[in-house]
């Protein structure tokens, strides 16, 4: 049984690497001749796949999959104010300014102009997904 957070995602990449190889497979052999052996099999096979429980550890596998997939970053004042935080979420990228709007905002405009690297970390356990309130374009 997985303990650590990497086990428990190697976990679901397992669970998700073998669902859509057993699909394959099924899929293979519905090409095949069809022999009432073969065709018992797939049929088991496919019944499997499509169970609720196993359907359901494949949503389960996919959201944790995707959950480890966000980054998120923070760029910090000399006092430790946010200036701004970054999401990456697959193909997007969230972006806002830090909550106190009036604060530091040459700053804020000096580091938008000239550029800034900021480091995307894993989400903690207790990260709020804030950007999920966000519309995609």
């Known amino acids: 049984m997985p303990t650590s957070r990497e086990e428990v995602m190697s976990h679901h990449a397992v669970t998700l690497e073998t669902l859509q190889l057993l699909q394959e497979a099924v899929d293979?052999?519905?090409r095949l001749p069809p022999v009432p052996v073969t065709r018992e099999l797939t049929r088991k096979l496919q019944a499997h796949?499509?169970?609720?429980?196993?359907?359901?550890?494949?949503?389960?596998?996919s959201f944790a999959e995707h959950e480890a997939s966000i980054r998120h970053g923070r760029a910090y004042s000399p006092l430790g104010l946010i200036?701004?935080?970054?999401?990456t979420d697959g193909k997007f990228v969230y972006y806002r300014a830090g909550s106190d709007q009036d604060h530091d905002n040459q700053r804020r405009l000096k580091l938008m102009q000239e550029g800034f690297v900021m480091r995307l970390e894993?989400?903690?356990?207790?990260?709020?997904?804030?950007?999920?309130?966000?519309q995609k374009p």
């Open 49 to 61: 796949i499509d169970a609720p429980h196993v359907q359901g550890a494949q949503r389960e596998a």
């Open 28 to 30: 293979y052999l519905n």
């Open 83 to 87: 200036l701004f935080e970054v999401v």
């Open 122 to 134: 894993k989400t903690p356990p207790n990260f709020i997904p804030w950007h999920l309130e966000m």
